[in-house]
T-cell receptor, first 114, second 116 residues
Framework: AQKVTQAQTEISVVEKEDVTLDCVYETRDTTYYLFWYKQPPSGELVFLIR??????QNEISGRYSWNFQKSTSSFNFTITASQVVDSAVYFCALSSNTGNQFYFGTGTSLTVIP | DTAVSQTPKYLVTQMGNDKSIKCEQN?????MYWYKQDSKKFLKIMFS???????INETVPNRFSPKSPDKAHLNLHINSLELGDSAVYFC???????????????FGPGTRLTVT
């Protein structure tokens, strides 16, 4: 079975703090893809990053970084020096080549307090 | 330019009615999708469609049907609307065809459907 778990339902941090959003996935496929999306209060869904199962290299994009560890089936997302504009719901998602299915986690609502 | 657009943005209707939501993408993508997001923000894929294959999530009632006049459009038609259909519906698109699951999706702004 395919599944994505985001155990943190809501997180609040004070501006400039670092915050890590956890994502744990389950899949039996050897080839799969992991994604993060951001949904700000305005409601649209914005793509942040894609990772395939063969690329465990961590990635940094400005204040955002992602840590992919196959050994723990995790794909965590860290925001450094958080800003109020980072306040949003963040979704982790999983897909595989079999069945063209996508599985989203339940999302983590991040509030950055000024 | 809007990449993925949906109309209408808001839709309020009564139980039992039939309604459609339109979606258009100008990204040249081969695959389009419909998602339902409930009041708890849970996102669930309903359909994925390209010119070769329609994949339906088995939990979607057959009152919901996707209709694609061409590669750039995937409309969602809903028959006999029920209270439980109230949600935000998102259209999305991605590159690829049979391998579309390997690519990121680009989402429309969403349509908030309220059934009274």
């Amino acid at each position: 079975a395919q599944k994505v778990t985001q155990a943190q339902t809501e997180i609040s941090v004070v501006e400039k703090e670092d915050v890590t959003l956890d994502c744990v996935y389950e899949t039996r496929d050897t080839t799969y893809y992991l994604f993060w999306y951001k949904q700000p209060p305005s409601g649209e869904l914005v793509f942040l990053i894609r990772r395939n199962s063969f690329d465990e290299q961590n990635e940094i994009s400005g204040r955002y970084s992602w840590n992919f560890q196959k050994s723990t089936s995790s794909f965590n997302f860290t925001i450094t020096a958080s800003q109020v504009v980072d306040s949003a719901v963040y979704f982790c998602a999983l897909s595989s080549n079999t069945g063209n299915q996508f599985y989203f986690g339940t999302g983590t609502s991040l509030t950055v307090i000024p | 330019d809007t990449a993925v657009s949906q109309t209408p943005k808001y839709l309020v209707t009564q139980m039992g009615n039939d309604k459609s939501i339109k979606c258009e993408q100008n990204l040249g993508h081969d695959t389009m999708y419909w998602y339902k997001q409930d009041s708890k923000k849970f996102l669930k894929i309903m359909f994925s469609y390209n010119n070769k294959e329609l994949i339906i999530n088995e939990t979607v009632p057959n009152r919901f049907s996707p209709k694609s006049p061409d590669k750039a459009h995937l409309n969602l038609h809903i028959n006999s609307l029920e209270l439980g259909d109230s949600a935000v519906y998102f259209c999305a698109s991605s590159r690829g065809s049979l391998d579309s699951s390997s690519y990121e999706q680009y989402f429309g702004p969403g349509t908030r459907l309220t059934v009274t």
